[in-house]
Antibody
Framework: EVHLVESGGGLVKPGGSLRLSCAAS????????MTWVRQAPGKGLEWVGR??????????DYAAPVEGRFTISRDDSKNTLYLQMNSLKTEDTAVYYC?????????WGQGTLVTVSS | EIVLTQSPGTLSLSPGERATLSCRAS???????LAWYQQKPGQAPRLLIY???SRAPGIPDRFSGSGSGTDFTLTISRLEPEDFAVYYC????????FGQGTKVEIK
């Protein structure tokens, strides 16, 4: 059974940094493309970015609002996906979900809440 | 970036009624690379439809998707109490983007 468990959320001040993790199990993580999706309180879903499998180049892509501030990486030896968030803004406040990127998203984690506030 | 516009914003219906949700793309979505999700409060989204019309595993056949190009539709043939939720479309023909959602509420 596929499990995705996000962690690392919390309260951070504007301009600060935070690193989220997503522990994966139940599938061959190293072969999977992985995506982060976020949802601001009371708002819709927003694609944040994705990382390809290493066999497909391992390159990340980002949505415009986070390009240059967020970095997606992976450790296939630990079956873990990461989202390093720098220069955080109040508008980055959201629940962050990791998903397996089949292009569409069949499996989701439960999400972790990031609150950016002074 | 392909922008997806969903309509209506809110749909007020009674159990047993038919729901028709629209998703319009700002440019053609290649190969009908469009998915639909259901989300209930406090839960992660659930994939309903992919490839515009293919049901995801375990999804009841009262959910159906159709469309191509720039116009797509999610139809729920007869609303069950558990179907009242927010629905999102998502395209994956060019990067990935989501629509803003349609809330299906009990009338």
């Amino acid at each position: 059974e596929v499990h995705l468990v996000e962690s690392g959320g919390g309260l951070v001040k504007p301009g600060g940094s935070l690193r989220l993790s997503c522990a994966a199990s139940g599938f061959t993580f190293s072969n999977a493309w992985m995506t982060w999706v976020r949802q601001a309180p009371g708002k819709g879903l927003e694609w944040v970015g994705r990382i390809k499998s290493k066999t497909d180049g391992g390159t990340p892509d980002y949505a415009a609002p986070v390009e240059g501030r967020f970095t997606i990486s992976r450790d296939d030896s630990k079956n873990t996906l990461y989202l390093q968030m720098n220069s955080l803004k109040t508008e980055d406040t959201a629940v962050y979900y990791c998903t397996i990127d089949y292009a569409y998203f069949l499996y989701w984690g439960q999400g972790t809440l990031v609150t950016v506030s002074s | 970036e392909i922008v997806l516009t969903q309509s209506p914003g809110t749909l007020s219906l009674s159990p047993g009624e038919r729901a028709t949700l629209s998703c319009r793309a700002s440019q053609s979505v290649s190969s009908s690379y469009l998915a639909w999700y259901q989300q209930k409060p406090g839960q992660a989204p659930r994939l309903l439809i992919y490839g515009a019309s293919s049901r995801a595993p375990g999804i009841p056949d009262r959910f159906s998707g159709s469309g191509s190009g720039t116009d797509f539709t999610l139809t729920i043939s007869r609303l069950e109490p558990e179907d009242f939720a927010v629905y999102y479309c998502q395209q994956y023909g060019s990067s990935r983007t989501f629509g803003q959602g349609t809330k299906v509420e009990i009338k």
